[in-house]
């Protein structure tokens, strides 16, 4: 039997507890660290609930991942769950919003590890901002363009600190949550009541939060025994990620308070860090801040990981330029694919912003969602592992919560929207004449 690999394939290389801790990797993050303190100035502790809501939706989309990524376990996830089962336009929206809002995604993973460090040192410099996330970002691609192997060790030891410090968080604000929680919750939550619009709103924030599971679904090439190992990763990934987030939160809010919570989100894009420094525990925001530091750059690294497995797989359908579908013969990266991620995101990172960073993000990754859910939809009934209820009730919520956002923002994504296709159509046109003049020779 020939071992050798396929020049042109990745290799499968990572298993259910490294797929896990991908998973985790990616979603540990901006999430926790900054986008909650967002979605609570937006919200109020009424984003405890945005929380359960995000995470029954991001449920209902990881299943619908899970059991497309296990029929097709190759690079590039929905756009090329699109290609197969919906149509090549559908496809390559699904991977043009995946690349949008990922990019997006990073670039706040990039200036929240920044705010966190110049955070930790009283400092809250705009240009030290962008100037440490560019570093951030420079650092991490080159990781990622060595390969996966190295990858995969750097990200286990990112998530073991990051997950210390939450714990060390949750356990070091308990007493003083569960002292204020009656003011800082259930009184605020009696004097505000609920307003829809921001619930909502703080829900599809929060929903992005939940979302680097897809991070497994991308790199499913890569990933041993895929139509059992990735089920299993994504739906222990989301159950470990709900029941973080939710202690975290009813800690964050309960201690301090909603307005708190957001405020230390605008002043310093770390929030966390300044709550823990109200709890009577020596060092805890130390703590914190090195978790936070870690936890950045773990959705970092996974983000670059997603983005260019899914510019790869574009790349072989020449959606983009072929030339980035070439992997490097000594570390089987596909290394071109990871320099052009790694540009993208340091662009993104000049804005300096986190909150237009996630905004953006939330609109376009709920239209990819919609897009994965309608892609499961289709699945015929002997490659379902899961009821069609699943998908097409994950397919409404997404298209619903995507208008949630601010109006300036779903306007943009839809005007990206159709820069992407306009693109996809002058490259297919490209392609077609290329392949002819080849055929004529």
């Not at 505000?192 to 979302?211: C, I, K, Q, R």
Request: charged letters at 15%; one cysteine or more.
């Amino acid at each position: 039997m020939d071992d050798a690999r396929d020049p042109g394939r990745l290799e499968r290389v990572v298993g259910v507890p490294g797929a896990v801790l991908l998973g985790l990797g990616s979603i540990l993050g901006t999430g926790i660290f900054v986008s909650m303190g967002i979605a609570t100035g937006i919200a109020g502790p009424w984003v405890l609930l945005a929380v359960v809501l995000a995470a029954i939706v991001a449920l209902l989309n990881g299943l619908s991942s899970a059991q497309l990524a296990a029929n097709f376990p190759v690079s590039g996830g929905t756009y090329e769950y699109g290609y197969r089962v919906l149509s090549p336009a559908l496809g390559f929206t699904a991977g043009w919003m995946f690349l949008s809002a990922k990019s997006a995604s990073a670039a706040t993973a990039a200036l929240g590890f920044a705010g966190y460090v110049l955070s930790a040192f009283g400092e809250t410099s705009v240009t030290l901002r962008i100037a440490i996330a560019l570093a951030a970002v420079i650092a991490l691609t080159i990781i990622v363009a060595s390969g996966m192997s190295r990858s995969n060790k750097a990200n286990a030891a990112i998530v073991s600190i990051t997950l210390v410090a939450l714990i060390g968080f949750i356990a070091s604000g308990m007493r003083p949550a569960f002292s204020g929680a009656r003011t800082h919750i259930l009184g605020e939550l009696e004097a505000e009541g609920v307003d829809v619009s921001s619930l909502l709103h703080a829900t599809a924030l929060l929903f992005v939060a939940y979302t680097g599971y897809g991070r497994v679904a991308t790199l499913g090439e890569e990933i041993r025994d895929p139509r059992r190992s990735i089920p299993r990763a994504i739906i222990l990934t989301l159950l470990a990620t709900m029941l973080l987030y939710a202690a975290v939160a009813f800690v964050a809010i309960a201690s301090v308070g909603a307005e708190r919570v957001s405020e230390a989100t605008r002043s310093a894009a770390a929030p966390l860090e300044v709550i823990a420094r109200s709890f009577d525990v020596p060092a805890i925001e130390w703590l914190v801040a090195a978790g936070a530091i870690t936890a950045m750059l773990g959705v970092l690294l996974n983000l670059l990981l997603g983005l260019s497995r899914v510019l790869l797989a574009m790349s072989r359908r020449a959606d983009v330029p072929r030339k980035l579908s070439k992997l490097d013969e000594e570390s089987g990266s596909p290394r071109g694919a990871v320099l052009v991620i790694g540009a993208v995101i340091a662009i993104l990172a000049l804005t300096g912003n986190v909150q237009t960073t996630w905004s953006f993000s939330a609109f376009t990754v709920l239209v990819y969602y919609a897009l994965t859910n309608l892609a499961a939809l289709r699945l015929p009934r002997e490659a379902r592992l899961y009821p069609r209820s699943v998908p097409a009730v994950g397919l409404v919520s997404c298209l619903g919560l995507a208008f949630w956002v601010e109006p300036r923002i779903w306007l943009s994504g839809l005007g990206w929207i159709a820069v992407g296709l306009a693109w996809h159509f002058v490259a297919r046109r490209w392609s077609s004449r290329a392949a002819r003049r080849g055929r004529a020779v």
